[in-house]
């Protein structure tokens, strides 16, 4: 049987991506094979895509990290999951494809009735935004925080699960995206046009207890300077190796894993050395789920919870059919995109995915 999958042929902009139709995996011992129903489309893509993201594989590669799919075939030594179950995973690349073989291990049951596209937003986004709130900043009801990049992909489940958990909330984003962040109960700040310090502390007097920074680089520094004593920054990206220099896009691509990350280094130690108690710490999904896999399970299961009671509602920006991934990094890299991009396998409701199977093999026969 053969599939369609994507793959990044060199480190570079979207022109690296190619659709490529090859054998369909076969699962190996203890693996199984799922058939993608939604694949997340993230920034983390893009920077793998570039070169630029720590978990950039060699080349060729199919980019995705999050997933949202059917088991389709069990390989020798898989027990206690069945054919047609939905699941999540978070495999880090790979994601862009019709099937996917992965380690039982790896995969997360999908309670039915939810939406693909939606329940895929949890695997990547909200795990990070729900991590970083109670695991990495502990946050308590009452306590003020900048989100930065709030209506992005992280930065709209920042919000929701913020608002959930009682906090008071400022964000920056563009001015086109303002009022997505002001109905999410966030207080925004045009980081284009004003100067995020003194707005809180404009705002708040003393600052906020804590930043969350997916840029990275000197702006780490400035997010330091909008706590108050005692707060810290929880810095989960580095957007800026997107820019000016870094951008590898045009320009014969090489994989430049670790750009950035000593700067991040030295802002944690900074954090540590200077007086006002005011620390940076880093956050990452995927050491801490390396580290901790129990975690990553049990808070995906919380959150998958959280959205079969209405209590999340991730924001679908755009749905794309996986042969326009281009388009869809497109889009998310031309900016102003308010939630999360998905790559959907036909039609997206987990409950009628195995009857719109059913309906395409019986068309195929
Ligand atoms: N550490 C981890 O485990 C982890 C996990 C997931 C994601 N991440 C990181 O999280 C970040 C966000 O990913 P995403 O997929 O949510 O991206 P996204 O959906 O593209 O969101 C990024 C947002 O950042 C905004 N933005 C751009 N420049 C900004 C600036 N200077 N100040 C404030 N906001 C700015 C954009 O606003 P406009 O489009 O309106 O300009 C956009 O809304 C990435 O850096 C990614 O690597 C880290």
């Not at 898989?78 to 880090?92: D, M």
């Not at 695997?123 to 209506?151: D, E, F």
């Not at 997107?242 to 090489?254: F, I, K, Q």
């Not at 959150?303 to 209405?310: W, Y």
Request: hydrophobic share 40%; proline share 7%.
């Amino acid at each position: 049987m053969r599939h369609t999958r994507i793959i990044v042929t060199h480190y570079g902009g979207p022109d690296a991506l190619r659709v490529v139709e090859d054998e369909c995996p076969e699962p190996k011992d203890g693996e199984v094979r799922v058939r993608v129903l939604a694949a997340g489309v993230c920034l983390p893509d893009i920077m793998a895509r570039e070169g630029v993201h720590p978990e950039t594989p060699p080349l060729p590669f199919t980019p995705g990290w999050d997933l949202v799919g059917e088991v389709d075939r069990l390989g020798n030594g898989v027990f206690g999951i069945e054919p047609g179950q939905v699941v999540a995973a978070l495999p880090i690349h790979g994601a862009y494809a019709d099937f996917v073989c992965l380690p039982q291990r790896e995969l997360v049951p999908v309670p039915s009735g939810l939406d693909a596209a939606e329940a895929v937003s949890l695997v990547l986004n909200y795990i990070t935004a729900y991590q970083m709130l109670h695991r990495s900043a502990k946050v308590k009801s009452g306590q003020r925080v900048l989100i930065h990049g709030a209506a992005g992909g992280v930065g709209t489940a920042l919000l929701q699960l913020g608002r959930l958990a009682g906090l008071e909330m400022y964000g920056t984003c563009s001015s086109r995206s303002a009022p997505a962040v002001s109905d999410l109960g966030g207080i925004p700040i045009d980081y284009a046009h004003q100067d995020f310090v003194k707005e809180v502390h404009r705002l708040t007097s003393e600052g906020v207890d804590v930043v969350f920074d997916p840029i990275g680089g000197t702006h780490l520094w400035d997010s330091r300077k909008a706590l108050r004593p005692g707060g810290r920054v929880v810095g989960y990206g580095l957007r800026s190796s997107l820019r000016g220099e870094g951008l590898a896009s045009g320009r014969p691509g090489r994989r430049q894993r670790f750009r950035g990350t000593a700067i991040f280094g030295l802002f944690i130690a900074g954090g540590w050395l200077l007086p006002g108690r005011k620390r940076v710490v880093p956050y990452s999904i995927q050491t801490l789920k390396r580290l901790k896999p129990e975690f990553f399970r049990q808070d995906l299961i919380a959150l998958f919870d959280l959205l079969q009671q209405k209590k999340i509602n991730p924001l679908i920006a755009q749905r794309f059919p996986l042969a326009e991934a281009r388009h869809a990094q497109e889009l998310l890299e031309k900016g102003g995109v308010i939630g999360k991009i998905v790559l959907v396998r036909n039609r997206s409701s987990l409950g009628s995915a195995a009857a719109a199977l059913a309906a395409s093999e019986i068309a195929a026969s």
